[in-house]
């Protein structure tokens, strides 16, 4: 999990906005069960894109002014952002494969 950065809005603009390459973001909360089932396959992602994708994760409690300002309305949500950019959002539990389509069909 060392490749899935813990963003807040201190760092949001330094990790998501200016990240030399595309962004993974992951919107979630700790009383969340779907974001639960969710967090390992977001971390396996993470350890094997590791060279071409950054992946953060956003709790919504920790920091409601990100999740407001990029229009989250539930949780999971996940959003990939590229040259600061959203480019596309994804809302509720995916598996891995559908994750990897995501990011396919977005990076």
Do not use: Y
């Amino acid at each position: 999990m060392a490749n899935n950065i813990d963003v807040t809005n201190a760092n949001f603009e330094q990790e998501v906005l200016k990240a030399d390459k595309p962004v993974l973001l992951k919107f979630w909360a700790p009383w969340c069960g779907p974001c639960k089932m969710m967090a390992p396959v977001v971390d396996e992602v993470a350890d094997e894109r590791a060279d071409d994708l950054k992946v953060v994760s956003v709790n919504v409690d920790d920091a409601p002014e990100i999740a407001a300002e990029h229009g989250v309305r539930g949780v999971p949500t996940v959003m990939l952002f590229k040259s600061g950019a959203k480019v596309a959002s994804l809302v509720g539990a995916q598996s891995k494969s559908q994750l990897a389509q995501f990011i396919e069909q977005n990076a």
